[in-house]
């Protein structure tokens, strides 16, 4: 048996990703701006070069066999590991530092690092820098994927390829709406208006409320702060949002209890592994910086 690595090339690694990411191959063609044929052909190539078939004929589909999404998540690994050094090489190489792509969750860059943020531009003024506002779910996928140098966002905890630096403590407290005095037991709070479900912090408020006997009867959920905090005031629910969400502007919400809920770490979150952008390290010694003071 050979046991040679096949020599597989990036297009073909870029057909099965693409694949993997779309619902037809025609859409996945089109993705990759080739035909539905030499998509078809590179596909084949590849299969001949691993030796097994990744896909199976279903009347007119292609679908995949059970081991083929693992391939394609290795191949997305290996394209996004090459994607790295290739710019970091270019970067170097030609004596400048390019482009640095930043992911933020709202509060980092609305509220944290806004001054931060301008202060490091100012610092590097040939540095494009790329920002991003996402939820942290979706910064960390772009991040694994490569499609981001660094992330600002809720620390994994040690959760995927993932190093993190912690920047701040950020505090979630409880919110009702107007006029609901006097503040009974958590027994008797809600109903909820929360970030969606998918959401780390989602997760963590669920698991708080239910740990002080608050029931979580959930009536809305928003990634967007501000419409959280305008749905409490028009006295839909309660929430739980970050204090300086919540307590920020001239529509200021009211705490049901003095402290608060819990506390998240907020970290500058980088792909483990790979050849980092130059321009990663001074700008979370940047942040670290202007938060720590």
Known sequence: ?????PNLSTAQLN??????????????????????????????????RLGVPLFATDGRRRVPHEYTATVAHAAERMLADLDQVTRWVRAVGGGQIGRLRVGMIDIAAVHYCTAALRTFRRAHPK???????????????RLERNELDVAVCVDPEGSGPFDSTPLLSDALAVYAPP????IGPPSTWGPWLLFPSASRTRTAIDQ???????????????????VLVEMVRLGLGWTVLPTTQAEHG????????????????????????????????????????????
Do not use: N
Not at 1 to 5: I, K, P
Not at 208 to 226: C, D, F, K, W, Y
Not at 254 to 278: K, M, N, W, Y
Not at 286 to 293: I, M, N, P
């Open 1 to 5: 048996m050979d046991d040679a690595v």
């Open 127 to 141: 540095l494009d820098v790329g920002l991003t506002v996402a939820p942290t779910g979706e910064l960390l996928g």
């Open 250 to 293: 001239p529509h200021r919400l009211s705490r049901a209890s003095a402290e608060p809920l819990f506390t998240r770490t907020v970290s500058a979150v980088t792909r483990r592994g790979g050849a980092q952008h130059p321009a990663v390290a001074p700008f979370v010694a940047a942040l670290v910086a202007a938060l720590s003071g």
């Open 208 to 226: 708080r409320l239910r740990a002080i006997g608050a029931p979580l009867v959930v009536e809305m959920e928003s990634h967007q702060p501000e």
């Open 179 to 182: 006029g609901v005095a006097p």
């Open 15 to 48: 057909y099965l990703v693409a694949i993997t990411r779309h619902r037809t191959w025609a859409e996945a063609a089109a993705s990759l701006q080739v035909t539905p044929s030499a998509l078809s052909q590179g596909i084949a190539e590849l299969e001949r």
